[in-house]
């Protein structure tokens, strides 16, 4: 069974950094590109960055680009995202998803991990 | 960055009743050297993650029931329920994956009236 599961997310206060990890398994990890998408309290969703299989494209939502970066370690089967200069406006439930599609980057979303939440406030 | 739009906000229909959702992309999302459009649709159920129904714009994923069908090409599309049951009510969104940033629909609300 493919699954993702997410941790790292917490209360932290603006201005201040948060690690989120994404723990795949159930397939080949190296072989997918994989993503963040959040969703902020009752809103909808917000694609935030996405990774390919050997980390040569990356890309960024314009409202974390500067402050977030993507990475991920084919050999652990993680995913990560390392969030810097944390505003209130992040304050959101954070999925990872698995690209659909084999090898490239541009593909549907699935599946998604249960979401960590991040609360940014003083 | 592609801009995709959504209609209606919500929607209420009888059990049984015909609902069609509406997605439209700012440009467009077909791929001319494939031909396929680069549009999902996810269905999103309170306190759950969202999940996969349709891909490539008509593609239904494995174990999605038959009730639910996507239809359109370029830049207008349509997610449809053709019989709307209890346990459909849930947010939709599309979503496209032509190009970064992929991004989504403002979703729209279905409930039964």
């Known amino acids: 069974e493919v699954q993702l599961v997410e941790s790292g997310g917490g209360l932290v206060q603006p201005g201040r950094s948060l690690r989120l990890s994404c723990a795949a398994s159930g397939f080949t990890f190296d072989d997918y590109a994989v993503h963040w998408v959040r969703q902020a309290p009752g809103r909808g969703l917000e694609w935030v960055s996405g990774i390919s299989w050997n980390s040569d494209t990356i890309g960024y939502a314009d409202s974390v680009k500067g402050r977030f970066t993507i990475s991920r370690d084919n050999a652990k089967n993680s995913l990560y995202l390392q969030m810097n200069s944390l505003r209130a406006e992040d304050t959101a439930l954070y999925y990872c998803a698995k690209s659909g599609v084999y090898g490239d980057p541009r593909g549907w979303f699935d599946p998604w991990g249960q979401g960590t939440l991040v609360t940014v406030s003083s | 960055d592609i801009v995709m739009t959504q209609s209606p906000d919500s929607l209420a229909a009888s059990l049984g009743e015909r609902a069609t959702i509406n997605c439209k992309s700012s440009?467009?999302?077909?791929?001319?050297?494939?031909?396929?459009?680069?549009l999902a649709w996810y269905q999103q159920k309170p306190g759950q993650p969202p999940k996969l129904l349709i891909y490539?714009?008509?593609t239904r994923e494995s174990g999605v029931p038959d009730r639910f069908s996507g239809s359109g090409s370029g830049t207008d599309f349509t997610l449809t329920i053709s019989s709307l049951q209890a346990e459909d009510v849930a947010v939709y969104y599309c979503?496209?994956?032509?190009?970064?940033?992929?991004?989504f629909g403002p979703g729209t609300k279905v409930d039964i009236k």
């Open positions: 490539w714009a008509s």
């Open positions: 979503q496209q994956y032509y190009s970064s940033p992929f991004t």
């Open positions: 440009q467009s999302v077909l791929y001319s050297s494939n031909n396929r459009n680069y």
